[in-house]
């Protein structure tokens, strides 16, 4: 088959995945079942040599092609008339995969507050289910950043020789106190919203507006701030960055749904890849793809010393770096360095691309 041929269709199929069975939670709770919201882009006939699943971040959702679009397109580094690009949205999330808002199969009711915890590793395992499901034998490339990162790194470990390539930016193999106190203060902003603890869609819609201000913070690095926040103007009130917060914190809060923003705040609290496993290091060294870290160079939320720690122990690990003046965010931006590193790294593994 002739993957570069012009007459090649190309599909852009946004689909759902049913799991009927009683899915077990690392936390002894479980899901009477769960749905996955998925799409495959590219061509549906390439080889399992040719897949490329892509994890999103923490409030992203299954169009890739929309979200990492300087990366993932046609002519772009991952192009969908070479490889079949598969991207979920993942459990927890609320495009399209089970959450909270969902309705619970045992009480024909959404859960609401009674969504049992996920950690990253019951997310890994979801993906495990849909790849099960598709008939996917083994994949070339699995590629997410921050809580996407941490997810993919998790699945890395369970795919073991199934997967050539894992590609993990902007994540780490444990998530930090620094980490799970900035998801605390976020969820304390929900909490203090009045309507949070109501069973209705809309609940701590205002508190997740200031969790996401929060959040921006860690997501974006003074410099951002100092080139494109500051005033220039003499004033005392209406700084700039405050209406920039507002909008950031309005932005998400139309979209997104703070009992979700709740549930995936946990699991990225939760990561631990070397849990149960005789720690971290130990865990890392039983991972057999050729690995990627990415870390970036004004991070203050993931540090790039964690990417580097994940490439130290790994027994075929490399790092990269991203310098720039954005922050965490940076891997959702910096397509340029992106196309670089990722070239590199598969010239230098020889077999890849
Ligand atoms: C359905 C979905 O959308 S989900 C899929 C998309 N989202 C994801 O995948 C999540 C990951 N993506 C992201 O987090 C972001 O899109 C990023 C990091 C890639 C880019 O972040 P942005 O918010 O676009 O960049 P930035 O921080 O520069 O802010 C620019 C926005 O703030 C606005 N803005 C900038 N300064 C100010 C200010 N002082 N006051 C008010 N608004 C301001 C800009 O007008 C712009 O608005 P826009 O988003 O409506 O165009
Ligand atoms: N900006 C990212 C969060 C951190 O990766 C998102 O909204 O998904």
Not at 38 to 64: C, F, K, M, Q, R
Not at 92 to 117: A, M, V
Not at 273 to 292: D, F, N, S, V, Y
């Amino acid at each position: 088959m002739n993957l570069n041929s012009p007459l090649l269709e190309i599909e852009d199929k946004s689909r759902v995945f049913h799991y009927e069975d009683r899915y077990l939670l690392e936390s002894g709770e479980d899901l009477a079942g769960f749905q996955i919201a998925y799409t495959i882009y590219g061509n549906p006939e390439a080889l399992d040599s040719h897949v490329i699943w892509i994890n999103h971040a923490l409030t992203g959702n299954a169009d890739v092609h929309e979200w990492w679009s300087g990366l993932v397109g046609e002519d772009k580094f991952y192009d969908p008339k070479q490889y079949k690009i598969i991207c979920t949205n993942l459990l927890g999330s609320c495009y399209g995969s089970t959450n909270p808002l969902s309705s619970n199969p045992e009480t024909g009711k959404p859960y609401f507050y009674q969504f049992p915890q996920l950690t990253t590793r019951d997310m890994a395992g979801a993906l495990e289910k849909l790849r099960e499901h598709l008939g996917v034998e083994h994949i070339h490339t699995l590629v997410g950043g921050s809580l996407g990162g941490q997810v993919a790194l998790e699945w890395t470990y369970q795919l073991g020789s199934r997967l050539d390539y894992s590609i993990i930016i902007a994540a780490n193999a444990k998530s930090t106190p620094w980490i799970r106190g900035f998801n605390e203060a976020q969820r304390m902003a929900i909490q203090a919203d009045c309507t949070w603890g109501e069973e209705i869609a809309e609940a701590g819609k205002s508190g997740l507006r200031a969790a996401r201000a929060i959040g921006m913070l860690t997501y974006r690095h003074p410099d951002t701030f100092q080139q494109s926040q500051d005033d220039m103007e003499e004033k005392l009130d209406n700084y700039k960055v405050s209406s920039y917060l507002q909008y950031q914190g309005k932005k998400l809060a139309d979209r997104f749904h703070a009992l979700s923003y709740w549930v995936l705040t946990k699991a990225m609290d939760s990561h631990d890849l070397g849990r149960g496993r005789g720690g971290t290091e130990r865990a890392l060294q039983g991972i057999k793809a050729k690995m990627l870290t990415v870390g970036i160079d004004t991070d203050q939320l993931f540090r790039k010393e964690e990417s580097q720690y994940i490439s130290e122990n790994c027994l075929d690990g490399k790092y990269s770096e991203i310098s720039s003046s954005y922050g965490h965010d940076a891997f959702l931006i910096e397509y340029e360095q992106l196309h670089y590193i990722l070239k590199s790294f598969y010239l230098y593994t020889e077999n890849g691309k």
